[in-house]
């Protein structure tokens, strides 16, 4: 007779990290990241966002990540806007 092989079924951390994962496929920064050509932005960013040679302390963060934080920062009030008007109906 021939063994059947079988796959054990996932583990509850494996269901939820792929959940977690799929969640994240559709999650607003990377649906902005897939439309956006942040090359040109980036552009911009940088003439108006110049670092100095001769400064003293820790570096500049990345003008592009501090506009991405921004954008994050706006949607997020957004949500919390929405979710406060949702309680109040």
Same mark, same amino acid.
């Given at each position: @007779?021939?063994?059947?092989?079988?796959?054990? #079924?996932?583990?509850?951390?494996? =269901?939820?990290?792929?959940? /977690? %994962?799929?969640? @994240? +496929?559709?999650? !607003?920064? %990377? %649906?902005?990241?897939?439309? =956006?050509?942040?090359? /040109?932005? %980036?552009? *911009?960013? $940088? +003439?108006?966002?110049?670092? #100095?040679? $001769?400064?003293? /302390? $820790?570096? #500049?963060?990345? &003008?592009?990540? @501090? !506009?991405?934080?921004? *954008?994050?920062?706006?949607? &997020?009030? +957004? *949500? #919390?806007?929405?979710? @406060?008007?949702? +309680? *109040?109906?």
């Amino acid at each position: @007779m021939l063994a059947k092989s079988t796959t054990p #079924a996932p583990s509850f951390v494996q =269901v939820y990290t792929q959940a /977690g %994962r799929d969640c @994240m +496929k559709s999650s !607003f920064l %990377r %649906r902005i990241n897939a439309c =956006v050509d942040w090359r /040109g932005i %980036r552009t *911009l960013l $940088n +003439k108006k966002y110049t670092k #100095a040679q $001769n400064d003293v /302390g $820790n570096s #500049a963060y990345d &003008a592009l990540m @501090m !506009f991405k934080i921004l *954008l994050l920062q706006v949607e &997020a009030t +957004k *949500l #919390a806007s929405c979710e @406060m008007i949702m +309680k *109040l109906m």
